[in-house]
């Protein structure tokens, strides 16, 4: 490209020249007056030489510059688990209408972790009054083979009891609501279910004002993520 500019260059320079044929000889003031003009020509073609070559340059790097590429990562997809505890029965887990000093009932409970994510789980009871949840004793058992009276008692690992039934403010049964991981907290996979066995008891002395009361508990189980937690 240098080339073709400098003959291009060299070609208009030529026709503009004073010389022609059988023009008049030139005094030593005209030579002198038309070497200036070659000096001045020269300088005019360097500096358009100049001037081109940087307009060469300045073409590249605007051709270089329009290079470019991309490549994408697809597929980074979040999924939030669930947590879901629920029971089988979900009410009515030990019931009596006619317990008497002496008498026990026994209960079958399935806690269910219905959710993905594993779950730590702790049981609380409230009741409706406190003078018959205080006189009943209730023991928790896991591993029951079978949920019987005499079931109960020779199989299964003891989880909360024998104690109250529960109060009228709440109390914890099996490990803690609070959050994080206490002792006795149970924990469940997801998916995952256990069974767990209740006994009833009443003592064969009870507080003369408990009779003919009655007290109803409600089983809380109150579930918690383990991860991060
Ligand atoms: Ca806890």
Redesign the pocket.
């Known amino acids: 490209m240098g080339d073709f500019g400098e003959s291009e260059l060299a070609m208009n320079i030529t026709s503009r020249s004073p010389q022609a044929a059988g023009a008049t000889p030139v005094t030593s003031a005209d030579a002198a007056a038309g070497s200036a003009d070659r000096h001045s020509l020269r300088r005019l073609r360097r500096s358009i030489l100049v001037t081109l070559l940087s307009g060469a340059s300045v073409s590249v790097l605007v051709v270089s510059a329009l290079y470019t590429d991309t490549t994408s990562i697809p597929t980074n997809t979040f999924s939030i688990g669930t947590l879901d505890i629920s029971s089988t029965p979900t009410s009515a887990v030990l019931t009596s209408s006619s317990l008497r000093p002496g008498g026990t009932v026994v209960g079958s409970l399935q806690v269910n972790n219905a959710g993905s994510l594993t779950l730590?789980y702790?049981i609380r009871s409230t009741t409706t009054e406190n003078v018959l949840a205080a006189a009943i004793d209730l023991t928790v058992k896991s591993g029951v083979t079978s949920c019987t009276t005499s079931g109960f008692a020779s199989t299964g690992t003891v989880i909360y009891g024998p104690g109250d039934l529960g109060s009228t403010t709440g109390m914890a049964l099996v490990?803690?609501?609070?959050?994080?991981?206490?002792a006795g907290?149970r924990t469940l996979a997801g998916g995952a279910n256990e069974t767990l066995c209740l006994q009833a008891s009443l003592p064969t002395y009870v507080n003369p004002t408990a009779q003919n009361t009655t007290t109803t508990a409600t089983f809380d189980l109150?579930a918690?993520q383990t991860a991060n937690n």
């Open positions: 730590r702790a490990g803690s609501s609070v959050q994080g991981a206490q907290d109150v918690e």
